[in-house]
């Protein structure tokens, strides 16, 4: 199951870029109403971090992050995810939710095949001639 699951990721994941660039976003930077201090403190160390770096930087158009987006994706999905084992637990819960049902059920007789019912036949027209036979026989010795 596991490798069945590792090689349906690598499947779904194949046409995703290795990697993606974002740039960010100025307000990323600038302080809002709603930072606690510790994140307004961040963002001034950030600001200070961009502006530092800036003259050294060959791309001059912004901050930017290379993120390794297949990579992220297939350790979302193969290591932290529990996603095959819920999977797995619905498809129990499910399948045995069905055998409980089934076997609250009286069980049902299969409708005889027609070798069966030949079978049955030809057994039941040997018994007949058996009797036809043993009567004669009664009859002659009488």
Not at 6 to 21: A, F, Q
Not at 54 to 74: E, T, Y
């Amino acid at each position: 199951m596991v490798d069945l699951w590792r090689t349906l990721v690598d499947e779904i994941m194949e046409p995703l870029p290795e990697t993606v660039i974002e740039y960010q976003a100025e307000d990323r930077f600038k302080e809002q109403e709603d930072d606690s201090v510790k994140v307004k403190y961040q963002k001034k160390l950030k600001r200070l971090a961009r502006r530092v770096s800036m003259p050294f930087k060959k791309d001059k158009s912004g901050w930017k992050q290379v993120i390794q987006l297949r990579q992220s994706a297939k350790l979302q999905l193969l290591g932290i995810s529990d996603l095959p084992d819920r999977l797995m637990a619905d498809e129990f819960e499910y399948l045995s939710s069905a055998l409980g049902k089934l076997l609250e059920q009286e069980p049902v007789q299969e409708a005889p095949t027609e070798e069966e019912i030949n079978d049955t036949d030809q057994l039941e027209d040997q018994s007949e001639s058996s009797d036809e036979n043993s009567e004669s026989a009664l009859n002659t010795s009488e």
